[in-house]
């Protein structure tokens, strides 16, 4: 596809569950940022990737909150022991090399019960 | 840290009006940029203005950036029912990468 992948697109766990969110960016992107949006807010900057290498994670809300790229390509961010609050979508956006431009993707909605 | 204030904060107009939204910072703008969100979707990238008093113009879409460079507005003409969607303003704050957003006008467009 040509644009970022996520995966999945809705999620709904329990509250204590482990959550996987997949980010596939476009073929080639260096860049790598997760993005979180709660209802009626605007996106709030989680972590960054550089290739493989995490540089920035200083948005990310606790310790269960983790991401990795390891290849470079697609990454996941991984929420351990959800929360109610971390109901929200998560977004993804990759850019060729940063700064900009950023790609959106379509984000994955995390409902947590 | 850097606030992105956005206003109004919900606008419902009828297809054909025109409008002003607004975006303003509590510091220097590094690399303001506007993003239309449509329900379900990600951010799409409208435009990204850098110097004091730039004046970009994307077909209706008329974006101005102040002089003092802690200021900007969206202005559109003859508005469509396309246009309703979610209007983001970020601003780099002199990182490379990081974007820092406003919470947005929710703008609905009325046939």
């Known amino acids: 596809g040509a644009g970022v992948s996520q995966s999945p697109r809705y999620k709904v766990a329990k509250r204590g569950q482990d959550v996987a969110l997949r980010c596939d960016p476009i073929s080639g992107h260096v860049s790598l940022f997760w993005y979180q949006q709660a209802l009626g807010q605007g996106p709030e900057f989680l972590t960054y990737f550089q290739n493989e290498a995490q540089l920035d994670k200083s948005g990310l809300p606790s310790d269960r909150f983790f991401a990795e790229r390891p290849e470079g390509s697609v990454s996941t961010l991984k929420i351990q022991r959800t929360q109610q609050e971390d109901s929200a979508v998560y977004l993804c956006?990759?850019?060729?090399?940063?700064?900009?431009?950023?790609?959106f993707g379509d984000g994955t909605r995390l409902s947590i019960l | 840290t850097q606030l992105l204030e956005q206003s109004p904060q919900f606008l419902s107009i009828q297809e054909g009006e025109n409008l002003t939204v607004y975006c303003n910072s509590s510091?220097?703008?590094?690399?303001l940029q506007w993003y239309r969100q449509e329900p379900g979707e990600g951010p799409v990238l409208l435009v990204t203005v850098v110097t004091g008093g730039e004046v970009k113009k994307l077909k209706r879409l008329t974006f101005q950036f102040g002089d003092a460079r802690k200021d900007s507005s969206l202005h559109i003409t003859a508005a469509q029912t396309g246009d309703t969607g979610l209007y983001l303003c970020?601003?780099?704050?002199?990182?490379?990468?990081?974007?820092?957003f406003g919470k947005g006008t929710l703008l609905t467009v009325n046939p």
């Open positions: 510091s220097v703008f590094s690399s």
């Open positions: 970020a601003d780099s704050g002199g990182s490379n990468y990081k974007l820092t």
């Open positions: 956006a990759s850019s060729p090399l940063a700064p900009w431009p950023q790609h």
